[in-house]
């Protein structure tokens, strides 16, 4: 991968890093470590669970954008996020850690939530839109069944109701905006 990012320095500008979660990988640091050495501006897509990683990545000034996904309120991280009640407190736990580290990291960023019909309701949105308040890019992206998620049964919103959830969001950030719609 290296010796291809090489090959294209002049005609790639940067790498955006996503997911699965990166963060999980074992040698993910090392890795961006090299390409921003290269000369790439690096963008981080991450769910925010691994704070201490982030941190480190962000301290050492290897990533120079960081898009997080917001899963869902604390009430229903773990129904979205599809893991069991003790792992969800733990994993939103992390989200907000990771929040705060972005946050004091100065580095540019923004976050974004799927909304999905069955998961997410206005009062949901208002829970995360407390959680990012001060914050100045916030994304709702309509979900889009692909065909290829791991549960079956999810629909998208309609435009109205997404506007709807955009003005519940703007509340607490006022510069949130709907995305791919």
Known sequence: MLDFLKDRKGRLTGLAVTG?????????????????????AVKLDTNGTNPERLRAL?????????????KNCREKYGLTAGVPETTAAILYENTLLSMK??????????YRTTIVKELH???????????????????LQNFTDSGDILQGGFTSC????????????????????????
């Open 101 to 110: 580290f972005i946050k004091q990291s100065g580095v540019e960023h923004e």
């Open 20 to 40: 699965g979660e990166p963060l999980m990988q074992p040698g993910i640091m090392d890795f961006l470590k090299e390409v921003k050495d290269i000369g790439y």
């Open 158 to 181: 309609s435009k109205a109701e997404l506007e709807e959830m955009l003005a519940v969001a703007r509340e607490y950030v006022p510069g949130a905006q709907l995305r791919g719609v």
């Open 58 to 70: 962000l301290s050492a000034g290897i990533v120079d954008y960081v898009a997080m996904d917001f």
């Open 121 to 139: 309701t206005l009062e949901d949105v208002r829970k995360m839109a407390q959680e990012l308040e001060g914050e100045e890019k916030y994304f």
